[in-house]
T-cell receptor, first 114, second 114 residues
Framework: DAMVIQNPRYQVTQFGKPVTLSCSQTLNHNVMYWYQQKSSQAPKLLFHYYDKDFNNEADTPDNFQSRRPNTSFCFLDIRSPGLGDTAMYLC?????????????FGPGTRLLVL | DQQVKQNSPSLSVQEGRISILNCDYTNSMFDYFLWYKKYPAEGPTFLISISSIKDKNEDGRFTVFLNKSAKHLSLHIVPSQPGDSAVYFCAASVANSGNTPLVFGKGTRLSVIA
């Protein structure tokens, strides 16, 4: 089945220790998104790629970076995680960037920063 | 400031009855609205959407109503089934010539009791 896969599903890291979260998709979609969802909060868009074009949300901290080496993969790098970065990180894809394009989400990576 | 608000964190409904989930928004530029459903340990999945040119969209047991003057939309599930138990996210998007990120609400946890 075509899908959005996230690895790892659970990640524990220490304060300040860099961590990378992975997302892959078999849908051949052009757009990939990273969202952060803290407990009982709304998913918040961090950034997205439309093909190779990177779009950063204005309030995404510099501590968060992303890479998309090819159509299938997208990575979220957190350079120096703080306690406040403990959250669920959701990857999503869509065929195109338009508002009517359905976003398909992965299961998420739950990150705990100690 | 939350632009998309789901003021009820949780809702319990008897099986077979109607579930009504509410969503309010503040940005009058929003013109496309979506509902996503999320089961535990899974990513959100698209459920139904509505454009601002309509006031109702129906898909099987699911109907979304939009009241633009009140900046309010609601999702009706009739009849409710135990498998509908999940977290429901309302999301909105602004008409734009470029990329249009979704703005999510915090979600409402629906429990359908058999």
């Amino acid at each position: 089945d075509a899908m959005v896969i996230q690895n790892p599903r659970y990640q524990v890291t220490q304060f300040g220790k860099p961590v990378t979260l992975s997302c892959s998709q078999t849908l051949n979609h052009n757009v990939m998104y990273w969202y952060q969802q803290k407990s009982s909060q709304a998913p918040k868009l961090l950034f997205h790629y439309y093909d190779k074009d990177f779009n950063n949300e204005a309030d995404t901290p510099d501590n968060f970076q992303s890479r998309r080496p090819n159509t299938s993969f997208c990575f979220l790098d957190i350079r120096s995680p703080g306690l406040g970065d403990t959250a669920m990180y959701l990857c999503a894809t869509s065929r195109g960037p338009g508002r009517a394009e359905t976003q398909y989400f992965g299961p998420g990576t739950r990150l705990l920063v100690l | 400031d939350q632009q998309v608000k789901q003021n009820s964190p949780s809702l319990s409904v008897q099986e077979g009855r109607i579930s009504i989930l509410n969503c309010d928004y503040t940005n009058s530029m929003f013109d496309y609205f979506l509902w996503y459903k999320k089961y535990p340990a899974e990513g959100p999945t698209f459920l139904i959407s509505i454009s601002s040119i309509k006031d109702k969209n129906e898909d099987g047991r699911f109907t979304v109503f939009l009241n633009k003057s009140a900046k309010h939309l609601s999702l009706h599930i009739v009849p409710s089934q135990p498998g509908d138990s999940a977290v429901y996210f309302c999301a909105a998007s602004v008409a734009n010539s470029g990329n249009t990120p979704l703005v999510f609400g915090k979600g409402t946890r629906l429990s359908v009791i058999a």
